[in-house]
């Protein structure tokens, strides 16, 4: 089993920036894939960005040019920096892991940290 917890989730002005840190415990060895989703009030679970064991990045066009996804894998940790915030970024981030061999989904998720945006 992998246990995910985020941190780094808060209130910020449009405009602002942010960054989410997720730290991971237990089976590390089996996690390949590690991004982020988000959901906003009233709104499905969407995908952010996630980046691979080896670097490999994918972001939603969304947060294309404004969010950049890292990862320390000596400290089991992915980072998601985001810039220029807007009131429309306002969600619950969730981190996620996948376990290697696995094509798609996500396997193990976090508990969630909330990030306002004020405009």
């Known amino acids: 089993q992998v246990q995910l917890v985020e941190s780094g989730g808060g209130l910020v002005q449009a405009g602002g920036s942010l960054r989410l840190s997720c730290t991971a415990s237990g089976s590390i060895f089996s996690i390949d894939v590690m991004g982020w989703y988000r959901q906003a009030p009233g709104k499905q679970r969407e995908f952010v960005a996630q980046?691979?064991?080896?670097?490999?990045?994918i972001y939603a066009d969304s947060v294309k040019g404004r969010f950049t996804i890292s990862r320390d894998n000596g400290k089991n940790t992915v980072y998601l920096q985001m810039n220029s915030l807007k009131p429309d970024d306002r969600a619950v981030y969730y981190c996620?892991?996948?376990?290697?061999?696995?094509?798609?989904?996500?396997?193990?998720w976090g508990a969630g940290t909330l990030v306002t945006v004020s405009s």
């Open positions: 980046i691979a064991s080896l670097g490999n990045t």
């Open positions: 996620a892991a996948r376990r290697r061999g696995e094509a798609y989904g996500m396997d193990y």
